[in-house]
Every structure is written in C-alpha cells, then in structure tokens.
C-alpha cells in the first residue's frame, strides 16, 4: 500500500522558509518592486521563526518556555528595527532579564519526567556562568539540557542506557554543550545549528552490519553557540 509523506513544521523547516522569506524581500528590493531598504532589519524573523518552531513542535516544558522567550524577543527587536515601536536596547535588556527570569522559575517546578528520579534523567541549565555533571545511572533515560551565555559539560561514560534510545534535548543560545559518551554508543545528531555549529567526534564504534543496541538521539538547537558529542 502507498503511503504518503508527511509535513510536519520543525525547526529545519521554519528556519529554511526563514531564510526564503528573507531572500525574497531582498531580490524584490533589488527589483524595484518592493521598498525594503536594509534587509538584514529583518535577521530577527530568525528569532521568531525558531520560537514558534519550538512552540508548536514543544516535547518538554523547556522547549516551550524557550519558543515564549525567542517568540517575544524576536518580535520586539523587528519591531524596533523598522521603527514601528519606539524602543530601544536599554528596553529589550532588561525584557531579556525578566523572560529569563521567567525560565529559571519554571525550572522549580516538574523538572524530571515520568517520575523518573533526578540520577535516571538528565534536567541542566546554566545561565551566565557554567559547570560541569557526571551521571552514573545503570537506568538513564535522557533529559534536557539548557546552555544561555553559559556552558555545560554533561559526561555520561559511567552511564547505561534503560532503554534502546534515549533522547537528550538540548538549547543553547550564545554558550556551548559538550556530551561525553560510553564508547560504543551510537550518536544521532537532530540538533539544529544557527549561526553556530553542532559536531558529532566519537569514534566510529559499530562497523556496517553489526547491530546497535545503545542510542543517543540528541535534538535541538545552537543558536550563536555549539554542541559537541565526543568519548
């Protein structure tokens, strides 16, 4: 039986409709047709393309509050770009302040999934600062990790999967993620990278053919920032 492909909107594609939609206003500029003036007034649609990326394709509460935060920024620095809001950087500092404030309480409350205790699962965020974690757990099972003007190093060589996969969400916007991993893990790297970069350096452990019973399915974004999976 045919099956039919699905659409589904991820980050992928909002940020390739993003850079679409910039493009074109920048060609109907150089054609007269259409007044843009300067179009890199526009990089913040960027910004509100991946908020609305995380919002609507939402798998933990810190992607959602990451949507809500990137959602609001973007929108007030477009507005103040094309002049149609009367702020300035002195306004939108302090706005960052209070939406990441907003993250940080939000953090205080359901941080582990499933009941899963704080060992098993994997709940990170630094904030203007960094630090680094060691997770021992015989029964991990993912997590998410969260780096703003900050970095982490996660190192999970003593951990052991539960499960076949396991999925770390990561976020990072102006800071870096670094994973350490068991040899012999298989990496999947779904996180997407935006003005940064996301590297997968562990040694090729499984050969062609050979079955692969341990997983790591990492997925988010860098934005102005890295993520590296190494052994």
């Known amino acids: 039986m045919d099956t039919q ?3 589904r909107i991820t980050p992928r594609v909002i940020l390739g409709a993003t850079i679409i939609v910039i493009g074109l206003l920048a060609a109907l500029d150089a054609l007269d047709v259409l007044r843009v003036g300067n179009v890199m007034r526009f990089w913040p649609l960027v910004l509100i393309g991946f908020g609305l990326a995380n919002l609507l394709g939402a798998t933990f509460r810190g992607q959602r509050v990451w949507g809500v935060i990137l959602l609001i920024l973007g929108l007030l620095i477009l507005l103040a770009n094309l002049d149609a809001l009367d702020i300035s950087w002195s306004f939108i500092w302090p706005v960052i302040l209070i939406l990441l404030g907003v993250l940080v309480l939000s953090r205080s409350f359901g941080l582990h ?3 899963a205790s704080p060992e098993d699962w994997i709940s990170e965020w630094a904030l203007f600062g960094g630090g680094e974690r ?3 757990s015989k029964a991990f099972r993912g997590g998410e990790v969260n780096a703003v003007f900050g970095g982490l190093d996660i190192d999970l060589r003593d951990a052991e999967l539960v499960e076949e ?3 770390l969400d990561c976020f990072v916007m102006f800071g870096g993620i670094d994973i350490k ?3 012999g893990w298989q990496i999947i790297i779904q996180a997407i990278p935006v003005f940064g970069g996301v590297s997968d350096s562990t040694r090729r452990a499984p ?4 079955a692969v019973s341990r997983r790591l399915l990492v997925r988010g974004t860098a934005l102005f920032g890295g993520i590296e999976v190494k052994d």
């Open 5 to 7: 492909p699905t659409f």
């Open 134 to 136: 060691r997770y021992s």
């Open 113 to 115: 999934r499933g009941g």
């Open 207 to 210: 050969e062609a053919g050979t």
């Open 165 to 167: 996969t396991a999925v």
């Open 181 to 183: 991993v068991p040899p």
